[in-house]
């Protein structure tokens, strides 16, 4: 299995502009997480989706960040305008998710975002 | 509310002792336990969990953990430590009981094993 695969791995990109991460949950999988790790704060959950609705979003930080999930294999979380508090390691993840499962979420090797 | 505490932000021991990686929760419920751990520039990988049944579990790369319920933890272990073992690590919960799916992480731990 390929595992959650994530892009850009890198980005460096000057404040105001619009940054979009992209994230492929591994097949079969029916829930999707987005978290966001800083020295400053540890690893925070964004949003998550279950079956390509959005469930929790309450960690959003502001209006700025925006996710989508149009399909089963494909999310994408936008920054738009971009800050540079907003510099940070993204972690797209994937469960398959039943009712009081003990399921294991899977990450992927996170998108490292600059913001200049 | 859930939550996750690694009192200790950095753990040092001598290659070949035994380490131990602490961990408590606050759940209402049942709690569902994990374990990851992460290289630098890597993201988190799955190390063990527990669920229920035995207390000890067993996980990937010779590492176990023991959930206590009266003293809410569950902290991570391995008999002879290896300097490949260094890395950050994370204790994770879940109450399946409130219907959510994610998991709540402590703000981890990070060991180094001396040579």
């Known amino acids: 299995d390929a595992g959650v695969i994530q892009s850009p791995r890198h980005e460096v990109t000057e404040m105001g502009q619009e940054v979009t991460l992209r994230c492929k949950p591994i097949?079969?999988?029916?829930?999707l997480f987005w978290y966001r790790q800083t020295m400053m704060r540890g690893l925070e959950l964004l949003i998550y989706?279950?079956?390509?609705?959005?469930?929790?979003d309450s960690g959003m930080p502001e209006d700025r960040f925006s996710a989508k999930m149009p399909n089963a294999s494909f999310s994408t979380l936008k920054i738009q305008p971009s800050e540079p508090r907003d510099s940070a390691v993204y972690f797209c993840?994937?469960?398959?998710?039943?009712?009081?499962?003990?399921?294991?979420?899977?990450f992927g090797e996170g998108s490292w975002l600059t913001v200049v | 509310a859930q939550s996750v505490a690694q009192p200790e932000d950095q753990v040092n021991v001598a290659e070949g002792n035994p380490l131990t990686v602490k961990c408590t929760y606050s759940v209402s419920g049942n709690p569902y336990l994990f374990w990851y751990v992460q290289y630098p520039n890597r993201g988190l990988q799955f190390l063990l969990k527990?669920?229920?049944?035995?207390?000890l579990v067993k996980g990937s790369y010779g590492f176990e953990a023991e959930f206590n319920k009266s003293q809410t933890s569950f902290h991570l272990k391995k008999p002879s430590a290896l300097v490949s073992d260094s890395a950050l690590y994370f204790c994770a919960v879940r109450a399946p009981q409130t219907g959510a799916n994610n998991l709540f992480f402590g703000t981890g731990t990070r060991l180094t094993v001396i040579p």
């Open positions: 527990y669920i229920t049944g035995d207390n």
């Open positions: 989706f279950n079956n390509n609705v959005p469930i929790d």
């Open positions: 097949s079969g999988h029916n829930s």
């Open positions: 993840a994937s469960s398959r998710t039943t009712v009081n499962s003990g399921n294991t979420i899977y």
